[in-house]
């Protein structure tokens, strides 16, 4: 909140931050007069609610479905950190909760709000409108220690970061996933990396490397269609057309100015930007698309169902680790000898 949220909301006109909610009191003092002086207080519970017309939430998962359950039935719009919720029965009666009240809820997976990445989906669209090959590069040294109740650092680190890589595989890719395959490589017990696969219902395939052995972080997206092209967006500062109809090409497509402090390179301003304006403009009880402007993006804000879906697919590889005790390889019954032995 205090180093990605408020930092950008500040820059966004047209609102007013009226309340910071923490049960540290010295941390939501302190938040509040970071945000002007405004009211403080350890509870939402504390709060006058006919003051608050939306809540921006970034906490841990299990108070993160908790409160924007409460939020919503008290009828106020939801910008909620991913995960948002600690499991996938959970985030399935929050989507229900929030279906029943049409309050907005914008999920957040600010990947999907990183320039670089917008331009590499409108560049690969046409490409994507047929069966392709996604490659995620999702790489954060974080967690690197069991996290809010998840009793592995493997699987914290699934679920709290892994997340925004199936996040993205499913923005990239729309068709429904019909087949998730896993498989890790475990350095000492809290260092990894894997990777996962997914077949999607329309035969395209997603492959997620992600890991935590990395010393800084690291986001990526490749895309390659059956027409011969690769676009490829390395880093959050590029894309480039790496090859066009099956040969070298190497053009630059796309450069990050890196002159607007970071706003939109992360996609955090961008994406509690699109939040705003859709508490504004939306009448209660209606879902929200893109606003028509030529501006805003043409696809949904990620939303609650969003959050579960990717909660299926960490449920799925985590399944699917824990079926081959990790590697998410069945063993050859005839191994294949090393190159090294042959002959
Ligand atoms: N989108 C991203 O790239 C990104 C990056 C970092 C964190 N996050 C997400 O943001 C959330 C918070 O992560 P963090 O690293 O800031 O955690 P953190 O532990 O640093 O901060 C969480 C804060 O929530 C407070 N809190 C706990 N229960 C609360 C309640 N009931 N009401 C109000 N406040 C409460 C805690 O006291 C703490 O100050 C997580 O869901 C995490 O996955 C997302």
Redesign the pocket.
């Known amino acids: 909140?205090r180093q990605?949220l408020l930092p950008f909301l500040q820059r966004i006109p047209g609102h007013r931050v009226v309340a910071c909610?923490?049960?540290?009191r010295s941390?939501a003092a302190e938040l509040a007069s970071l945000a002007g002086g405004v009211v403080h207080a350890e509870?939402?519970e504390a709060l006058d609610l006919e003051t608050v017309d939306a809540a921006v939430l970034?906490?841990?998962?299990e108070?993160?479905y908790v409160?924007t359950r409460y939020l919503v039935e008290h009828g106020v719009d939801c910008f909620v950190?991913?995960?948002a919720g600690p499991s996938t029965a959970a985030l399935q009666d929050l989507d229900k909760v929030v279906h029943n009240t049409g309050r907005h809820v914008q999920v957040?997976f600010?990947f999907r709000y990183a320039e670089t990445l917008q331009r590499l989906h409108e560049l690969s669209r046409d490409v994507r409108a047929t069966p392709c090959s996604v490659t995620i590069d999702f790489y954060s040294r974080h967690p690197s220690a069991p996290q809010w109740g998840v009793d592995t650092t493997l699987e914290a680190w699934i679920r709290?970061n892994g997340v925004?890589a199936l996040d993205l595989a499913r923005w990239f890719v729309p068709s429904p996933v019909v087949q998730v395959d896993a498989h890790a490589i475990t350095g000492d017990a809290d260092r990894f990396q894997g990777t996962v696969f997914l077949r999607h219902d329309d035969g395209s395939l997603s492959t997620l490397r992600m890991g935590n052995h990395v010393r800084r972080f690291l986001v990526g997206v490749t895309v390659q269609g059956m027409d011969g092209s690769r676009y490829s967006a390395p880093s959050l500062e590029r894309v480039t057309l790496d090859l066009s109809e099956g040969l070298p090409f190497g053009q630059e497509l796309h450069s990050t100015r890196n002159l607007d402090h970071g706003w939109t390179r992360s996609g955090f301003g961008p994406e509690l930007e699109a939040f705003l304006d859709a508490c504004r403009r939306k009448p209660a009880g209606h879902p929200v698309n893109g606003n028509g402007d030529g501006h805003s993006p043409t696809w949904e804000a990620p939303t609650v169902a969003d959050a579960l879906a990717a909660s299926k697919l960490c449920d799925q590889t985590m399944d699917e680790l824990h079926a081959t005790g990790g590697s998410g390889f069945g063993s050859l019954t005839d191994p294949v000898p090393a190159s090294a032995e042959v002959g």
């Open positions: 909140m990605n909610v923490d049960p540290d941390l509870s939402v970034a906490v841990p998962p108070p993160s409160l950190e991913k995960p957040g600010n709290h925004h």
